[in-house]
């Protein structure tokens, strides 16, 4: 309003993602990205639609009819999964380990749930007989659970939890954000009820999107609603008419943004699902290596420590934010801080999509040790990618 | 998950835009959507969104603290103004001449407000007095109208209906999807309290985000909820934080599609917006006085047609689909077709953003030409482009 300046063109620095997302776009991401945009009702853009389709449904390893990029991010999809499958007065379990099963109880309550939340400190994860103990106890009609919980690094096991919720009656609701496309994600055989993603995790999209898929079991009971869904916008009654054969106007599409996502999905069907996890494995094995190997510990307990969100205990006298300041800076490299309780105890290393990298395991590896050195915290020199070499050579 | 063949890459069709939206993206645009990928606390990024909050209040023409992008589409936005303004109870007033007054109502509905609607018949305005009389009746917090309605192509005055919302102690909320950035909008000379737009009409930004700016009335009116808002991920009391000082993050931006709007808002800036809603208005008589002169009429009445979408009746025997399916097929062009009771009665011929050009415009006529005499429509060859020229010759 006030006369000023106009800014200078997007000149972005050149970042290495390593932190909890957005993660390293490959270039023909970002080229898909920037292709010339059509309507939203174009004949293109339906074959676009449909191709999507198939590819989320190959990414999530289901047949779910109901699988879709919602227009909004992560927390887009997760809003859009309980929106749809609760009515107000429904009974929720949320199992809360992190800020996302936290979130994920706050997105319920305020469309009138009456949720019960367990909980894990940040860091841990749920055993089945402690779900089901809670499940006995508040009788929900929705359970849901993270299943890589991003703010802490925690990989939960959701088969064993799955039969749990079914032989109760209840449907089962999953966080998949930054999971899918690092580690294998099962819908069908899991028998998850919802689930959701994102595009800036493992996907190695820009964030925007956030794939979701329903069972049928979760379409029957949007089926049989006694109210409307409370967001307009996310109601997928509305929104699979367009996605569906109907073509129904509901929203105008974001249109490049599915195009990125359209090659984020080809580029990992190409790689393949199992290669792409293996990929995955070993850079977090080769990393995990190389941080031990210069006195530090993961924050996580093995077997629940994700390969694409690495949780590093800071170690006592090392200052979190002048040593993620430094990396940024001087190798303009980003990792993520600890969130909630772990604030200023953590670093989350990023190992996600096209992050996921021998490249960058031993650059960050290299660059941790001179910033661990700066902060006079001992470091046995070139410890860290002795190890992680080592490691990849086997 | 069967074995599919993996889709090709991204390569669209070079389509000219003249729809109802997605406009024409400028090359400049597109190269900023494509800029590398940094992360959404990254002070690169934070310093874009304080540049994007500068921008997008002078193209609002407000000093409103509280304006930023919503993560969605333009539907989003409404979305957003709606649910943050309402609590369940309160009496809302929407003014409904075309689909997106009826969608607000339905948004409105959802979450628990009272609504009351006036209707006017597709492609008129309301008149203050009419609202004036229904706000004596329903007694609204809240008074929703569109300033541009994208369904029929209707340009709604707004000044004065503000000073009678006031005057009544009501808000005043306001869809300004279409309208940005192609005719004047001022947000605060005319009082608006909560305003939407979208980045893909006279922005000419790709689809996925919504600007959105709130008065300080509206503010104290969120301050003062009693009930959280129904949308977590909507809440502009979160969101607000992490646009404003704090930077608690809330979700992760779509960074990107940030970075595109930031040069959206800058070309807009350099234009000057007077220059720009100059260029809209003899883009569109050009257009209007070619339309006339091959003896078709536009279905909206003087002074309420919209400059950039050019709502035009389809003259009796010509068939609507073959019409725009040949535009499309043969020239590469996109039109809209009419919404609602106005299907198959109307083409939405948009000139947004880039796409307001004479050169869209003389080739546009010409086309059409060529489509109405394939349809054995009579059509005094080269009228509509000899009058466009005259009347750009002035």
């Known amino acids: 309003m ?16 390593m932190g909890p997302g957005p993660s390293e776009i490959p270039s023909q991401i970002l080229a898909a990205l920037a292709a010339p945009t059509v309507g939203h009702l ?16 190959s990414v999530f390893m289901t047949h779910n009819q109901l699988t879709l990029a919602v227009s909004g991010t992560g927390s887009a999809g997760m809003e859009t999964c309980v929106v749809n499958l609760i009515e107000p007065g429904d009974k929720m379990l949320v199992c809360v380990n992190g800020v996302f099963g936290g979130r994920m109880a706050d997105v319920a309550g305020r469309v009138g749930a009456e949720v019960t939340t367990i909980e894990r400190p940040f860091g841990e994860v749920f055993s089945p007989e402690e779900i089901e103990a809670a499940i006995k106890k508040s009788r929900p009609e929705v359970v849901g659970i993270v299943h890589a919980e991003t703010s802490t690094g925690a990989w939960q096991p959701i088969e064993e939890i799955s039969k749990i919720v079914h032989a109760h009656g209840a449907l089962l609701l999953v966080d998949c954000v930054t999971s899918l496309g690092g580690v294998p994600v099962l819908i069908d055989d899991w028998e998850i009820d919802a689930a959701y993603s994102g595009t800036q995790k493992c996907l190695s999209c820009p964030p925007g999107l956030s794939p979701v898929t329903f069972s049928p079991r979760a379409i029957d009971v949007i089926d049989r609603r006694k109210t409307k869904v409370s967001s307009w916008y996310l109601d997928m009654n509305l929104v699979k008419n367009y996605w569906g054969s109907d073509r129904t106007y509901h929203h105008t599409a974001p249109i490049n ?17 199992p290669a792409r996890h293996d990929r995955h494995l070993r850079n977090h094995l080769a990393l995990k290596a190389g941080v031990k190997a210069m006195g530090l510990d993961y924050s996580v307990k093995e077997p629940h420590q994700l390969p694409m969100l690495n949780s590093v205990t800071i170690p006592a006298g090392v200052d979190d934010a002048a040593v993620r300041k430094q990396l940024l800076n001087q190798f303009g490299i980003e990792i993520g801080g600890g969130l909630g309780p772990l604030k200023g105890k953590t670093w989350r290393i990023g190992l996600m999509g096209e992050a996921s990298s021998e490249r960058n395991v031993l650059l960050f590896l290299a ?6 050195l700066d902060q006079n915290f001992k470091v046995s020199p070139g410890a860290g990618v002795a190890a992680a070499n080592g490691q990849y050579r086997g």
């Open 2 to 17: 006030t006369a000023v300046s106009t800014p200078s063109r997007i000149d972005p620095p050149r970042r290495i993602l």
């Open 42 to 57: 174009d004949p293109y853009f339906l074959k676009i639609m449909d191709e999507m389709q198939t590819m989320l449904r």
């Open 257 to 273: 943004m599915n195009y990125a996502l359209h090659e984020a999905l080809r580029l990992a069907l190409v790689e393949g699902l």
């Open 367 to 372: 660059a941790l040790e001179r910033c661990l």
